[in-house]
């Protein structure tokens, strides 16, 4: 639709091919790199992996995200702050910070000065701007619980203030799963298209 913008991603190892690096091209100006890579059930990498595909990213001429790790980006010797240091001892180009945030805490204010903390962290540890591609509230070690749909708008309401006053975060994304069986999840709409509460507060956030 008008005024909204595709960012391409190369999700993982086997990703960094010439077609998918042409298609990311064509797509605009940016260009996010791996998913997860710290995890074992997303693009599951080593740093050594990211590392010595990077350069087929830089050859895009694109504005570079990091890989999004799921956890830990601020953390010294943690897989982002290893990768970030090899980039820099290799002279390659990391242009912003993409990171995902799930809370388990299921207080919005509490949650909200949490994810505020995390990207504060995050952007001391590395001084490059921030992308937020995923965030939400959601228990992954409770077995993927989610809030009450009215918590998690509070929490959408509140967070979307935060971060628009954070003037280091240039980009964030709710994480949207789609709605099954009437429970609670992070999604923005039922079928038809039917706006859930979270859906409501999103869009009155990004009227604000």
Do not use: C
Not at 74 to 85: I, V
């Amino acid at each position: 639709p008008p005024g909204v913008e595709f960012v391409p991603m190369v999700w993982g190892r086997d990703h960094v091919t010439p077609s998918a690096l042409a298609q990311a091209k064509k797509a605009g100006r940016y260009l996010l790199g791996f998913n997860e890579p710290d995890e074992p059930t997303q693009a599951n990498m080593t740093v050594e992996q990211a590392l010595d595909r990077w350069p087929a990213l830089m050859s895009t001429g694109l504005v570079l995200g990091s890989p999004a790790v799921a956890t830990q980006a601020a953390t010294p010797g943690g897989w982002l702050d290893r990768f970030m240091s090899g980039a820099a001892s290799r002279g390659y180009r990391v242009d912003f910070i993409a990171v995902h945030w799930y809370g388990a805490d299921f207080v919005p204010a509490r949650a909200v000065e949490q994810l505020k903390s995390y990207l504060t962290a995050v952007h001391d540890r590395y001084h490059l701007p921030i992308w937020l591609t995923e965030y939400a509230l959601v228990d992954f070690p409770g077995g993927y619980r989610y809030p009450d749909q009215e918590v998690q708008a509070e929490f959408l309401t509140a967070s979307a203030r935060m971060l628009a006053n954070l003037d280091f975060v240039q980009r964030y994304a709710w994480f949207a799963l789609p709605i099954w069986d009437d429970a609670p999840t992070t999604g923005l709409y039922q079928e038809g298209p039917v706006p859930t509460p979270v859906g409501r507060a999103f869009e009155e956030a990004g009227r604000d």
